[in-house]
């Protein structure tokens, strides 16, 4: 991008002004993650008011009245460029972003962000005793909040848009809607054929297995698959994350249970399929809002394909298998590839999204997402909710939550941020996943004799080409018409499980 420095200064002012509040984000982020892993608990206190004084800066840098000026007297330049240029979409996108935190007054965003924290203590407090009733007043708050975000936002369909727009930028949830109806659908009746047969045994999976062997392998499998350790580490964490503070440093956490094999193993490599987006970004665009994920959906597209379609296959483990056993000879020396195999993939109705399979964990997602557009639309009072939760999850799953606890009170993300758009993504990356992963295996069939060979280069090579090296470039909705010649469609996952699960099961 040189020649086009030289030619326009007001780029290079911008991508300096970027830049610098790219450096304090940056920091803000290495605060958290020391939080997250290593920091001891007497930090807390002093650890929140630095990351909300980097936070503060860094808004008020971004919002600045010549930053805006900036965008606007470069418009004509953007327009002369082409779309997908590295200039021009360093503008759009920067536009975009800058257009997105004028909109929300800096008083109102110091209104809800106090609100939140106080909604999550009350949370953190309600849940192990599942008193619904505690946090009522408080999510009653945070819808009237919600509403009030998105109305900064005029010219919106529905008003769960601009809440949407925050994680998955450009979905819209009429579209959302029809998509996710059609897919509750087709799993439905896969989820009942499968339940109603003998349930799979995973007791195996339950045995002790010591957590520095199980660390040591995770280590193991993920530099295997890709992961580069000269521009990452692993840590443990309570609640498995990625963040990244550069291209050249993308670090990942993990969990461990000794009594639960399937945790840390599949944990890791879900926040290695982040990372692995992240570690691909082209390094021409370090420090500018381009280099990052496109969005929620798309980067959980990453951690599931990498997770399941890859690390829960046959094949992969036809490979791993033996070596898993090596590390643990009491434990799994008896136990055949196969029902190790069935049991990583035992699928169940349970009434925990996190602890779902493959097959029934949109649902869990699906649910959560109406609610959300059904209180935005006034159409479900807050005092309405966990009866409508437990109602959702009877028509379904087919069970109902013993309790709130692990029924409306067990997610944290309404008590911790707004209601509306926090869910969408999980679903629409599963979706991708398995679309992204067809369209690969069409140009690429030698992807799966690799996997059973314990080799995912040629894989690993076409994500980065297609999809890691642009960053955020792309909206969604180009990047899957640019990978895939097509529109996003629920068909590629519904295929996947069906190919998957009918082998595993009668379907
Ligand atoms: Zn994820």
Redesign the pocket.
Known sequence: MQTIEKTEPKLLDLKTRLAEINDIEAAASLLYWDQATYMPPGGAAARGRQLATLQQISHTKFTEAAMGQLLEDLRPYETSLPYDSDAASLIRIARQKYEQAVRVPASFMAKFSRHRTETYGAWARARPENNFAAVRPYLEETLDLSRELANFFLDYQHIADPLIDFADYGMKASFLRSLFAELREQLVPIVEAITSQTPTNDSYLHQVYPASEQLEFTLKIIEQLGYDFQRGRQDQTHHP??INFSTGDVRITTRVYENDLSQALFSSI??M??ALYEQGIDPELEGTPLACGTSAGV??SQ??LW?NIVGRSRGFWQFFYPQLQSFFPAQLGNVSLDTFYRAINKVQRSPIRTDADEVTYNLHVMIRFDLELDMLEGKLEIRDLPEAWNERYRSDLGIVPKNDTEGVLQDVHWYTSQIGGMFQG?TL?NLMSAQFFEAALTEHSEILTEIEQGQCITLHKWLKEKIYHHGCKYTATELIRGVTGDVLRIDPFIRYIRQKYGQLYTL
């Open positions: 994350f990625m879900h926040e399929g982040h980067h959980e951690s599931r997770e999980y990356g």
